[in-house]
């Protein structure tokens, strides 16, 4: 499906941009996004998965993910029945999805590519997409996301009185789109049409040594070696530092040598939020290499090895990467989403949703940047506590980039066949449309 998508939106561009003479916009939007996936997005992306990678690495050797997948045991043998109950890839699902539910992206992306890795490790028919591929796809492209800070963040930049309004309003529709998204994919699996294929012996022929070699060294966790008294303190004492630095993140006044912040008048629920979102990429950073070097890991050898391999699936993905933002910016650049608002405004008013979010529902599932902007200026135009800013923050922050989320996870590992997973995206995004206007209409209307 993904390869029907990209070329109408390729035809629709060029289309479009010849009978409303936008053909020179078509053009420019063309190479404008050609040069922003690889400059603005893969090559940042670089530093960020091998760091990322590294950290895992470090987690996995030293027992760390085989904890965590063992006390998640029950729920993703029922997501994910396929995956072995000690295969690295549950701890590195859970770790995405927690990071995605923390609003932490630039932490989320690497880990979710992890995971690809890993289940690709289980796929019989490479080039395929699987089922547990497909599941945990739909979970991403669903965005769980407790605090959604980047549409909270526009709403106060643009100076609203109480940005953080939208988030019980974005966590309903994110939660009906998430159980939407669960209910499509492992119905979509099921019908004829997106059944799998026979394992051909070729493909899997085909593998690189490299893949090969790591399916051997990483297809089983084992459980860590029991620490020491000594070892199980320093772990407590780290641990106890960072509960502290939580409690001063809800209380500043229990670190007094610090310069007392103005009071917060957000609700206890966002301020706890808030604090994990600061201090959990600060001590998922420091944790791990602990824990490994408690374990007798060699911590830089380890982290070394694991940036190397983030260092490589970045480069992999920049063709997908140019690819999806090509044919997205091309129909930018034909004023494509102005057409089809125009299009589907008598319908829309018909069903009583608001015209004007028609363009940021159409951009959310293409471009992050993109539906930021447009949000943006929705907050500038009519308000940023406006019902249609509200309404706008709530569909931002329950909605996900399907599209760029697609292309770089079945990227990172070469997925071509991507089977029912572009329909359960596409599901779910519509799922917390229709859920974030309605109940945005409910409370702030």
């Given amino acids: 499906m993904l390869n029907y998508i990209w070329l109408g939106l390729i035809l629709a561009a060029v289309l479009i941009g010849g009978a409303t003479g936008r053909m020179a916009e078509v053009t420019t939007g063309a190479f404008d996004a050609a040069r922003m996936s690889v400059m603005n997005i893969a090559l940042p992306l670089v530093g960020v998965m091998a760091l990322w990678l590294g950290i895992m690495r470090l987690a996995e050797k030293s027992g760390v993910i085989y904890i965590i997948a063992s006390g998640i045991r029950p729920v993703m043998r029922f997501l994910f029945p396929e995956v072995p109950p000690n295969h690295p890839a549950n701890g590195a699902m859970l770790m995405n999805i927690a990071a ?12 979710g590519i992890k995971a690809m890795r890993h289940l690709e490790q289980l796929n019989p028919r490479p080039g395929t997409a699987t089922n547990a591929m497909c599941t945990f796809l739909a979970i991403n492209t669903s965005s769980v996301q407790l605090v959604s800070a980047t549409t909270v963040g526009i709403l106060a930049a643009a100076g609203s009185v109480m940005p953080t309004a939208i988030i019980g309003t974005a966590l309903v529709a994110t939660m009906c789109s998430t159980m939407v998204a669960l209910i499509a994919v492992k119905t979509l699996e099921k019908l004829p049409m997106f059944q799998l294929p026979p394992a051909d012996p070729g493909d899997l022929a085909a593998r690189s040594e490299e893949d090969r070699e790591t399916e051997e060294e990483e297809i089983l966790l084992e459980p860590p070696a029991p620490l020491t008294p000594g070892k199980k303190a320093v772990l407590l004492l780290f641990c106890a530092a960072f509960v502290f630095f939580f409690a001063a993140q809800l209380n500043p006044g229990l670190a007094f040598w610090l310069e007392a912040p103005e009071e917060a008048a957000d609700g206890l629920f966002v301020r706890v939020m808030g604090a994990l979102a600061v201090l959990a990429i600060p001590f998922a950073v420091a944790f791990f290499p602990l824990y490994a070097a408690l374990n007798k890991v060699k911590v830089y050898e380890e982290f070394v090895e694991g940036a190397k391999e983030g260092f490589n699936i970045a480069l992999r993905i920049i063709p997908y990467l140019v690819a999806i933002f090509v044919a997205i910016g091309m129909f930018r650049g034909a004023d494509g989403i102005a057409l089809l608002a125009w299009i589907l405004g008598p319908i829309l008013e ?20 993109g539906s930021q902007a447009l949000l943006a200026e929705l907050a500038a135009t009519h308000g940023p506590d406006s019902f249609l800013a509200r309404a706008g923050a709530t569909l931002a922050g329950s909605t996900e980039t399907t599209f760029y ?23 779910a995004d519509v799922t917390g449309i229709i859920v974030a206007v309605t109940v945005a209409t409910i409370v702030f209307g």
């Fill in 100 to 111: 995605n539910m923390l609003g932490l992206g630039n932490a989320a992306t690497p880990l």
């Fill in 350 to 369: 018909f069903l009583r949703f608001p015209v004007d979010l028609l363009p940021l529902a159409f951009m959310r599932p293409l471009s992050g940047s």
């Fill in 405 to 427: 989320v697609l292309a770089v996870y079945f990227g990172a590992v070469g997925i071509r066949r991507t089977r029912h997973a572009v329909p359960a995206g596409l599901l």
